[in-house]
């Protein structure tokens, strides 16, 4: 992988995290009660970090895949724990 790749990718996995980040932020701060974060193409890379992000609130992130190639959805929401 060359490094423009490795750079548009780790700029990928950046912005997805920036919207976990913020959904986490609408459910922590009760604006609302759960959130989706839709169309993650790198949903399957970020998941771990996301649920860690989320779990230092005491929210969890939920996966949800589609049964076609289609990028995967977070769900946050104030559950405890990992789902």
Do not use: F, Y
Not at 57 to 67: A, K
């Amino acid at each position: 992988m060359d490094t423009l790749t490795k750079l548009s990718l780790q700029a990928e996995i950046d912005r997805e995290l920036r919207l976990v980040d913020s959904a986490v932020a609408m459910v922590r701060r009760g604006v609302a009660t759960r959130v989706t974060v839709a169309n993650l193409p790198l949903g399957t890379e970020v998941l771990e970090s996301a649920r860690a992000r989320a779990k230092l609130h005491r929210l969890r992130v939920t996966p949800v895949w589609s049964t076609d190639d289609s990028p995967c959805a977070l769900v946050i929401d104030a559950g405890v724990g990992d789902a």
